[in-house]
């Protein structure tokens, strides 16, 4: 028998806190869990510096890939099996994409691509053809499969349908991380009836869409979207902790720059200072690697530095105000003059934060041509579009509220050892 259709012995099974079991047949899937590149997924968690705020979010990318293979799987083995529609030699490819979409992240991913300019796309798709443990497992499928892996998860893989299942409005991946993020911070909204979904899905040439019975459980999916943004991805706190991590990432840089002498050589972090990263490097990077130099840097000789590394390890974050510089362009100018008459750095103390840059897509129907809208199948055969027939969806499609805040240290507004007149001046233009 050929690898691709290879079948373990005995299913494998892993135990999942949201999907009960994660099932495992094929060989390949199997070979490509045990890689070290997917290993890896374990050290890096999948909603970054939220556990801060939710202590339970310590779940990483590697729960995260395994539910998405699992849902994958059972939309294709249960419910599109034998439809005409859907091509079974697609099986293994889909699979495979589903388990290895977030290969390429790295630690704490938004601050360090922010700071490093690098872009975890690019690394899943250089672990994906490099020198890897997975490209090996790939190849023995086919000579062109790690290529047509790399295809669906940049979306550019000619069956759409193929490429739905994983990057759509309502795919795996998103129907996945929702629940998941929502389990593990323990917040009440999130969930939705995931069952109920992948029973009206149906196979259509260019991505799948869901038959008209089930809109009430796409509405509930489309809230609970809404809701975990607003709660969760954007929470304020959070938001704080990638504040100070993005400026402790922002200094080591800006100092190594000046020549700063290290006590404790950055060395994991030289090759991304030079530019010159290899994909060795990159995947030795993880988060506990970071926070242990963020335990370094807390003994450091300079003083921004430092004290950045000891409010992370320690969790004393920044506070916020409600803020959008553009609008008061004048005040933060003279808020930024007055952090630095007090001694504060104001490109590392007082930063501006606007959510305007991260993924608030929760439903915009038609917006991006690569994030296909949710079509209803209606019991004539015809399509339209979510919206157009759901109120609470019309509601609340494309509606976009960018929140801008600034980030500061709350304890400079007590600081004794400042003048009293400059702290009243701070806190008229902040508070
Ligand atoms: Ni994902």
């Given at each position: 028998?050929?690898?691709?259709?290879?079948?373990?012995?005995e299913?494998?099974?892993f135990?999942?806190?949201?999907?009960?079991?994660?099932?495992?047949?094929?060989?390949?899937?199997w070979?490509?869990?045990?890689t070290?590149?997917?290993?890896?997924?374990?050290?890096?968690?999948?909603?970054?510096?939220?556990?801060?705020?939710?202590?339970?979010?310590?779940h990483?990318?590697?729960?995260?890939?395994?539910?998405?293979?699992?849902i994958v799987r059972?939309?294709?083995?249960?419910?599109?099996?034998?439809?005409?529609?859907?091509?079974?030699?697609?099986?293994?490819?889909?699979?495979c994409?589903a388990?290895?979409?977030?290969?390429?992240?790295?630690?704490?991913?938004?601050?360090?691509e922010?700071?490093?300019?690098?872009d975890?796309?690019?690394f899943t798709?250089?672990?994906?053809?490099?020198?890897?443990?997975?490209?090996?497992?790939?190849?023995?499928?086919?000579?062109?499969?790690?290529?047509?892996?790399?295809?669906?998860i940049?979306k550019?893989?000619?069956?759409?349908?193929v490429?739905?299942?994983?990057?759509?409005q309502?795919?795996?991946?998103?129907m996945d991380?929702?629940?998941?993020?929502?389990?593990?911070?323990?917040?009440?909204?999130?969930?939705?009836?995931?069952?109920?979904?992948?029973?009206?899905?149906?196979?259509?040439?260019?991505?799948?869409v869901?038959?008209?019975?089930?809109?009430?459980?796409v509405?509930?999916?489309?809230?609970?979207?809404?809701?975990?943004?607003?709660?969760?991805?954007?929470?304020?706190?959070?938001?704080?902790?990638e504040?100070?991590?993005?400026n402790?990432?922002?200094?080591?840089?800006?100092?190594?720059?000046?020549?700063y002498?290290?006590?404790?050589?950055?060395?994991h972090?030289?090759?991304?200072?030079?530019?010159?990263v290899?994909l060795?490097?990159?995947?030795?990077?993880?988060?506990?690697?970071?926070?242990?130099?963020?335990q370094?840097?807390?003994k450091?000789?300079?003083?921004?530095?430092?004290?950045?590394s000891?409010?992370?390890?320690n969790r004393?974050?920044?506070?916020?105000?409600?803020?959008?510089?553009?609008?008061r362009?004048?005040?933060?100018?003279?808020?930024?003059?007055?952090?630095?008459e007090?001694?504060?750095?104001?490109?590392?103390?007082?930063?501006?934060?606007?959510?305007?840059?991260?993924?608030?897509?929760?439903?915009?129907?038609?917006?991006?041509?690569?994030k296909?809208?949710?079509?209803?199948?209606?019991?004539?055969?015809?399509?339209?579009?979510?919206?157009?027939?759901?109120?609470?969806?019309?509601?609340?499609?494309?509606r976009i509220?960018?929140?801008?805040?600034?980030?500061?240290?709350?304890?400079?507004?007590?600081?004794?050892?400042?003048?009293q007149s400059?702290?009243?001046?701070?806190?008229?233009?902040?508070?």
């Amino acid at each position: 028998m050929n690898y691709a259709n290879a079948k373990l012995q005995e299913e494998k099974v892993f135990k999942d806190p949201v999907h009960r079991y994660v099932h495992v047949r094929d060989q390949a899937i199997w070979d490509l869990v045990g890689t070290r590149e997917f290993q890896r997924l374990r050290r890096i968690r999948q909603l970054g510096t939220t556990y801060l705020v939710f202590h339970g979010a310590e779940h990483s990318r590697f729960n995260h890939s395994l539910g998405v293979y699992e849902i994958v799987r059972r939309i294709i083995d249960d419910v599109f099996k034998g439809r005409p529609e859907w091509d079974e030699g697609e099986r293994l490819l889909v699979l495979c994409a589903a388990l290895l979409h977030d290969l390429g992240h790295g630690p704490f991913s938004h601050a360090f691509e922010n700071v490093f300019e690098t872009d975890h796309e690019q690394f899943t798709r250089e672990i994906l053809l490099g020198d890897t443990e997975v490209n090996e497992v790939l190849r023995r499928v086919a000579v062109d499969f790690p290529e047509k892996v790399a295809q669906v998860i940049e979306k550019t893989y000619p069956n759409e349908l193929v490429v739905s299942l994983i990057s759509s409005q309502i795919d795996a991946d998103r129907m996945d991380y929702l629940q998941r993020d929502a389990y593990y911070t323990g917040v009440s909204y999130g969930h939705f009836d995931m069952e109920r979904i992948m029973r009206v899905m149906r196979p259509r040439a260019n991505g799948v869409v869901i038959k008209e019975s089930g809109m009430h459980a796409v509405e509930d999916y489309i809230m609970s979207r809404y809701q975990m943004y607003l709660q969760i991805y954007f929470h304020p706190v959070s938001r704080s902790a990638e504040v100070v991590l993005n400026n402790i990432l922002k200094r080591v840089k800006q100092l190594r720059a000046e020549g700063y002498w290290f006590k404790y050589d950055p060395q994991h972090f030289l090759p991304f200072f030079e530019g010159m990263v290899t994909l060795e490097d990159y995947l030795a990077l993880d988060e506990s690697i970071m926070l242990t130099y963020f335990q370094f840097w807390m003994k450091e000789d300079d003083a921004i530095l430092s004290d950045l590394s000891r409010r992370f390890v320690n969790r004393k974050l920044f506070q916020y105000v409600n803020f959008d510089p553009h609008e008061r362009r004048e005040d933060f100018e003279e808020l930024q003059r007055l952090f630095t008459e007090v001694g504060l750095d104001p490109n590392y103390y007082l930063v501006h934060d606007s959510t305007s840059d991260l993924p608030y897509d929760f439903y915009k129907p038609g917006h991006e041509s690569t994030k296909r809208p949710i079509f209803l199948l209606m019991s004539d055969g015809q399509l339209c579009e979510l919206s157009e027939k759901s109120l609470i969806v019309e509601s609340i499609a494309g509606r976009i509220k960018v929140d801008h805040k600034i980030y500061f240290p709350e304890e400079l507004l007590s600081d004794s050892s400042i003048s009293q007149s400059l702290i009243t001046k701070v806190k008229k233009l902040l508070l």
